[in-house]
């Protein structure tokens, strides 16, 4: 990731904390730049992400090399702590999204890049029909687990992390991760 998309996806961030999504205008940031690289708002959701999925690489340099499920809870929980730095912010934008399925769906490629990388860091196979049904799997686990998040008042996570423990292991007596 450019230095400038990170700068983008900061600035964006911190404006969603005093700001609704809906109020945020574009011009806000390019304010504060002198090139945007960023033609429209949905590009700067799929910024964030991709500056979330940075973060998680970059945060996970060696994760223990254990079972799938437990790789994927740690690497699932490493994200959730990225997204709890930002988490007002997030919430706005969660709240904005149930809103407005269309632009959900427009973020889903980005979304399902993100499980893909996940999926990857926890070395579970992502080739063939059971590895297009583990990626959906985790997509919708994901999904849940945000839920989850967004209502969890708990300042350690303590709600989300049983939610994902459960449903990881339901998960995998249903597909082998």
Same mark, same amino acid.
């Given at each position: ?17 005093n ?14 730049k002198?090139?945007?690289? &960023? =033609?429209?708002?949905?590009?700067? $959701?799929?910024?964030i992400?991709?500056? !979330?999925?940075? +973060? /998680?690489?970059?945060? *996970? ?28 912010? &997030? =919430?706005?934008?969660?709240?904005? $999204? ?5 632009? !959900?769906?427009? +973020? /889903?490629?980005?979304? *399902? ?14 080739n ?31 709600k ?18």
């Open positions: 990731m450019t230095k400038d998309k990170i700068f983008i996806a900061e600035q964006t961030l911190k404006i969603l904390e700001t609704s999504w809906s109020k945020l205008n574009i011009d806000q940031i390019a304010k504060s002198k090139k945007l690289y &960023i =033609k429209n708002k949905n590009e700067l $959701l799929t910024n992400n991709r500056y !979330f999925d940075y +973060l /998680l690489r970059k945060n *996970i340099k060696e994760i223990e090399n254990s079972s799938s499920k437990d790789m994927v809870f740690e690497i699932i929980m490493q994200r959730l702590d990225i997204l709890n730095l930002h988490r007002k912010a &997030i =919430k706005r934008t969660i709240d904005h $999204l149930s809103s407005n399925p269309h632009l !959900f769906l427009k +973020l /889903l490629p980005s979304f *399902i890049e993100s499980i893909i990388l996940i999926a990857s860091l926890a070395n579970i196979k992502i063939g029909v059971s590895g297009a049904a583990r990626i959906k799997s985790i997509l919708i686990l994901y999904f849940l687990i945000i839920y989850t998040w967004n209502k969890d008042q708990t300042s350690s996570l303590e989300t992390m049983t939610t994902l423990d459960n449903y990881l292991t339901n998960l995998n007596k249903i597909i082998k991760l």
